[in-house]
């Protein structure tokens, strides 16, 4: 039978059923669509959770293999530097060493310069190169702390003026050498206080050298005790006294040393 051929209650009845079944089909669609949406996050989830942890593991495989790298780099560095510091401590080096500043045996007199020998030598094991040398006399108060703090200072202001340097040959190991020093003409006033002791006679000597580990200085320094009767006799500076140290700052040489006065 037709559908236009149905009677109305019987039209009402089909048209309500038509619409419970179509209610119950979307109603197991809508489920089945909340299964499946269920069903991909926790596939989603599970995926996360995998690629999470295959990054996790990753990242310690990546850490765990920096850090074993940082060891084998420190343990080369290491060996490294042992390496050179063994090739450094086994190279020949030279040494040189002032062992006295010995004034002329003279009269000390106004307008006449004092004369010095300074004996040196060269106790190491490699020739020293490039020697160049400063060596300059001060009168002032002995063993006077501002005294030798001020004549240091201007021994440095000299050793870096152009001119200050006097070029000396090469030195050898195991020799013992020596150079000479006059120094400028005393003055009266001068040597009035070094008469009545309120001042002394000082020596500062200095010694550059290369050699195969780098550049070298080596200074020397001391006061006479009674410069008017005994020449043999010093004391040594409170400071200043320093053996083959490194040179850490550019040196300006000349040909021939320029003995300022510097009283």
Not at 107 to 132: C, K, M, W
Not at 158 to 184: C, D, I, M, N, Y
Request: charged fraction near 25%.
């Amino acid at each position: 039978m037709a559908f236009r051929d149905m009677h109305s209650t019987h039209k009402l009845l089909a048209t309500v059923a038509i619409f419970a079944l179509m209610g119950i089909e979307l109603s197991d669609i809508r489920a089945d669509r909340i299964e499946s949406d269920s069903e991909q996050a926790a596939e989603r989830e599970r995926a996360e959770r995998n690629f999470a942890r295959i990054a996790a593991g990753i990242n310690q495989s990546i850490q765990e293999g920096q850090r074993q790298f940082d060891i084998t780099t420190s343990g080369l560095r290491r060996s490294l530097e042992t390496e050179q510091a063994t090739l450094y401590n086994t190279l020949s080096r030279a040494s040189l060493i002032v062992r006295t500043i010995t004034p002329e045996p003279m009269p000390l007199r106004a307008g006449v310069p004092v004369a010095f020998s300074i004996h040196y030598e060269n106790p190491g094991d490699d020739t020293a190169q490039n020697v160049r040398t400063q060596v300059r006399m001060y009168v002032k108060r002995l063993d006077h702390t501002d005294d030798e703090n001020e004549m240091h200072a201007d021994f440095e202001r000299e050793w870096h003026r152009p001119g200050g340097q006097r070029p000396s040959g090469p030195a050898v190991p195991k020799t013992k050498l020596l150079f000479g020093f006059s120094s400028p003409p005393l003055m009266q006033d001068q040597l009035i206080s070094v008469r009545n002791h309120t001042k002394t006679l000082y020596m500062l000597t200095r010694i550059a050298w290369t050699d195969r580990t780098g550049r070298w200085l080596s200074d020397a320094c001391s006061g006479l005790v009674n410069p008017t009767r005994d020449f043999t006799c010093a004391h040594p500076c409170k400071t200043g006294i320093r053996s083959r140290y490194p040179d850490r700052k550019k040196q300006s040489g000349g040909n021939q040393a320029v003995m300022a006065r510097s009283w």
